[in-house]
């Protein structure tokens, strides 16, 4: 039998620790926002958990003997009776940390394991912003070596190539570019939906956010013999984030133009609406004018052809709804237009407030 000394100095220890509540390490902290489930837990002499408090719901593992079959560690650990803290352990999709201490009951006798456990989903969530961020940071660099070299060979950097290679790095270099897009939409789309989307928005000009946009796709839409054009009063002031509503124009620019037909053209107009409203249309394809709004939200996310964005219609008008939202406008998909409508200033001066192509505003 152990002496009573030592059995009342490590009962005050075990109450003293006990109480001494221990916090997420820095990288836990810094790990985006997880679930976390905190529960006090207590187990008899067997390793039996018999008392839960708290856990947000979670379930701990019905006895430290599971835990231990799969943790050498703190099968060690316990069998010496040893308190532990900090120890990792991963059970059924679940990874908890657990801290304990021994208790002994008036003789001396080990009677359980008293502590705290901390615990999280031992799976990352796909849909978590930061997880996707680190995902894509990690794609986007061997991505980024790739187009570079594919650049070198197309614009002959590196000396001549015949034309089969500069053809295949063009090729390349396309995907790439493709890729890489892919991999921002699923990132802005993951980072509104947890609400931790950046949005700085201020009075711009319309005309901002469109210029550079028909610029890079114009040539994308010659190549199919059809074209791309902007009209409209692009000097109209409209408040939103800068960068984010030309990547939304940008966007589904880049979705429509593979829809186009030969000599058809992909009209984006800036106009006022009624009230302080204001914003872009940008014409519905033929193809595409037949479609209801609920038929064009759930369409196979495929791409049309080699040229089209990845993640294909639907998944950018998503995309274009959420991030108009963010900016507290929003996407209207009209019969024959599809139109980004927030808060403007002067629109009762403007004179385009008849939508293009007869259709109301």
Sequence with gaps: MRPPSIVAGERRLAELMVRLRGERSSADQGAGPRSWYDARWRSDRSGRIVQIEGGDGAVLPGSLNRLCAVSGRLAHVVAERWPFRDMEVDDDGRRWRLSALPVFDSRGAFA?????????????????PQILAEFAHEVRSPLTAISGFAQFVEGEALGPAPQSARELAAAILAETRRLVAALDDLTDNARVEGQRL??????MQLGDATAGVVERYAPAAA????????????????????????????????????????????KLVAQGWTGELGGLSISRPKALVRLSAAELLDQPDEPTDASAPLLGLSFTLRLAQRLMAAMGGELVIAPQQFKLRMAAGGVHALQADVAPEGEPA
């Design 198 to 203: 950046p949005v700085a928005c201020s009075w």
């Design 112 to 128: 359980g394991y008293d502590g705290y456990a901390w615990g999280r989903d031992a799976s990352p969530d796909a849909n978590d």
């Design 223 to 266: 190549a199919r013999h059809a074209a791309l054009s902007a009209s409209g009063s692009m000097t109209l002031r409209v408040w939103a984030d800068p960068k984010l509503l030309e990547r939304c124009i940008e966007r589904l620019v880049a979705t429509l133009v593979p829809f186009l037909g030969e000599r058809e053209t992909l």
